[in-house]
């Protein structure tokens, strides 16, 4: 069964951090590119970040550069969303996707999400 | 940012009728758009490729047409599996996705 899994979420105060992970299982993330996407509660979905399958180009929305950093390690088939200097803002479920190089560029497998809230 | 906009945001249906949503872009993506179904608690699941092309897997009841900046996802005879959230994005301008904000399809 294919499986792609978030995980790394939770409680953070203000100015605090989290690194999020996302696993897969049934599945290679290496030799794809992979993004980050965000969910604010009762808002819609915001690209945050995107890391090449070589990890040489790596891309960030404006409200994030500079405090997150992505990244990815390809023999454990892991991708990685480090966040610091968290605000309430950053408030929202991370999603990370695997995308496809070819026609239309669409994200093909999502995990389910991890919930990262910031709040004192 | 390219913004996208999706109508309606909420929709009431009934099992086996015929729905159409659409989503707009604020400036040509040629057919750069995807559509994705997403039910509470689960990934989301990409339903149409670059406007029109069907996901391997997904039954033919769904469909995708448009260019340039207006799209439509229709999905006829409603089955009960279907109902759930249904969103856009727009793949024109990497790395800068943008998605609509998601029409709530409901059993009416």
């Known amino acids: 069964e294919v499986q792609v899994v978030e995980s790394g979420g939770g409680l953070v105060k203000p100015g605090g951090s989290l690194r999020l992970s996302c696993t897969a299982s049934?599945?290679?993330?290496?030799?794809?590119?992979m993004i980050w996407v965000r969910q604010a509660p009762g808002k819609g979905l915001e690209w945050v970040s995107l890391?090449?399958?070589?990890?040489?180009?790596?891309n960030y929305a404006d409200s994030v550069q500079g405090r997150f950093t992505i990244s990815r390690d390809n023999s454990k088939n892991s991708l990685y969303l480090q966040m610091d200097s968290l605000r309430a803002e950053d408030t929202a479920v991370y999603y990370c996707?695997?995308?496809?190089?070819?026609?239309?560029?669409?994200?093909?497998?999502w995990g389910q999400g991890t919930r990262v809230t910031v709040s004192s | 940012d390219i913004q996208m906009t999706q109508s309606p945001s909420s929709l009431s249906a009934s099992v086996g009728d015929r729905v159409t949503i659409t989503c707009r872009a604020s400036?040509?993506?040629?057919?750069?758009l995807n559509w994705y179904q997403q039910k509470v608690g689960q990934a989301p699941k990409l339903l149409i490729y670059?406007?029109?092309h069907l996901q391997r897997g997904v039954p033919s009841r769904f469909s995708g047409s448009g260019s340039g900046t207006d799209f439509t996802l229709t999905i006829t005879s409603l089955q009960p599996e279907d109902f759930a959230t249904y969103f856009c994005?727009?793949?024109?301008?990497?790395?800068?996705?943008?998605f609509g904000q998601g029409t709530n399809l409901q059993i009416k």
């Open positions: 890391i090449s399958s070589d990890s040489t180009k790596m």
């Open positions: 049934g599945l290679t993330l290496s030799g794809y590119t």
């Open positions: 400036q040509s993506i040629g057919d750069y």
């Open positions: 996707a695997r995308e496809l190089s070819g026609y239309g560029r669409p994200c093909d497998y």
């Open positions: 670059a406007a029109s």
């Open positions: 994005q727009q793949s024109h301008y990497p790395p800068r996705y943008t």
